[in-house]
């Protein structure tokens, strides 16, 4: 595992939006549910009539109580005092429960928009950012997007209070009213105050949840490497190292909104202070009656609670609007690789040429410069070099994983970034050195290629492959659960139902990375069998680790730092004496069946001792 950075920094792809680009941004996904908003906004209004005129009743009752009205009287105002808290209740259900549906909603949609950006990010995305950081978007980060759209909300119930209760203290009396007005601007300007330290924590919070994110989904897949070197004290520590960042970071944000409503709620304690004794001093003259001196109490305090909420509601928002931004930046971020037109890719014959291009991962990594290749319609070549040189480069740029920088790529003289991707991409398969499996079952993983193929088609392709044999080595046979990224199967067997997936698909262009691993010589016999099969008409790309697949290929080109340096037969390289049969005599030479490393040593013993290199 590599050094944790300090997982506050913001990605390469994040941008910076401003608030009313947020908030013009989210509404958007407000507009399909309007009426539905419209309805909870008069539920809001609703609800915010009776939050007032339960502390009017109350009020009446003191009233009334000073003036020694009869019980019947009072029964009849304890009748609508508790017929107000049931209408009230009644009400906030409702809007609590609407208001539940939208931004479930809201953020259902939110959650795929991110999602769908995802899927929509070519490889060279996910080899530049973790993909723990990735998932820490697409979940974290639009729930707490959801939590600031139900503050959003609230914050609609509590403005419309404050204008609510605003009109019926001046109702009451103006002098008062204005006093408390006065005082209100200290509130909302001790809650802006904290604006810009709330949104820096909060951004800095985030980066380092993803960080953990990250670090636990590396370690976790990593975790058999870790055991087999006896590494887990190491990654732990780098995961303390981390998760202490993030628990520096919580803190601090915890100190910004905890310290915020204390002291909103102190001046608006102060602020009460203030109405109380200028108010008992206006009813001690008689100016308001005690009723009246109590409602104003009363309703002060209900100023105060929705105007406080208002004010640190600001900095609260910034959670929210600092998680939109990031989600947001995740769908914005540019495709680096671009096609110039849309056309539905037609029936490929597989004719694939490679015309002056350029190619970099990176300004400092050039692979190929000026590189030129022709591969014809059903013909299969096996790539070969040292690392590096460039072999997967080529099938990635044909599977249009990446972008090159410079020259064509012609699929059947057809500009590749012409075609629609997912047509194209159909007519293309890919098998990995590693074959990944999804968790299911063996026909599952086959027929992902095809969705629709039935379990006839399924089975058929599965006993073509290796005729079959390999699945008597399976304990349900196809309906055996292949496990997390195929774990509870060898390799043989995973690259097995890898060569099916691929025939069942029956693309035009076959790109094939062998993989490195040993397999029993049983699976390898089925292997290469199955292989001559998946080749059979059509295009193939092979980057060869195989002896028997090399010397089979119609073509071997030899690659070095990006250049082809040799390329021909198996026999007409070998006869040259260049790289390849320097390659051959390497790495491939032990494949061999003829090879036997007895009679090597023996032959390099007597060439050294007549003094002659080996």
Known sequence: MGFIMDGIDAEAYDRDYSDRQLVSRIAGYFKPHVGRVVFISGLIVLNSVMDMVLPVLIAQGVDQVAAGQTAGAMNILIFLILGSTVVSWTFNFFRQWFTARTVGDVVLKLREDAFTAVMARDMSFYDEFPSGKIVSRVTSDTQDFSNVVTLTLNLISQVLLVVLIVGYLFSINARLAWLALAIAPLVIAAALGFRTVARLTTQQAQRLLATVNATIQETISGISIAKNFRQEQTIYDEFTTVNEQAYQVHVRQGFVFSAIFPLLVFIAGMGTAVIVYFGGSSALRSEISPGDWYLFVQAIGLFWFPLTGIASFWSQFQLGLSSSERVFALIDAQARVVQIDNQPAPPLRGRIEFRNVHFHYTSQEQVLDSFN???????????????GAGKSSLGRLIARFYEFQEGQLLIDGHDVRCFDLASYRRQLGIVPQAPFLFTGTVADNIRYARPGAS???????????????????????LETQVGEGGRGLSMGQRQLIALARVLLQDPAVLILDEATASVDPLAEAQIQESLELVLRDRTAIIIAHRLSTIKNAGRIIVLRQGEIIEEGTHQALMAQGGHYAELYNTYFRHQSPDYNPEIERDIKLALAAAGVSG
Not at 373 to 387: K, M, R, S
Not at 461 to 469: F, K, L, P, W
């Open 455 to 477: 379990e006839e088609e399924v089975r058929q392709v599965a006993e073509t492959i290796g005729q079959g044999d390999w699945l008597e080595t399976l304990p349900q046979g």
């Open 373 to 387: 290749l022709a591969i014809a319609a059903g013909e299969t070549i096996a790539l070969v070099g040292h690392t």
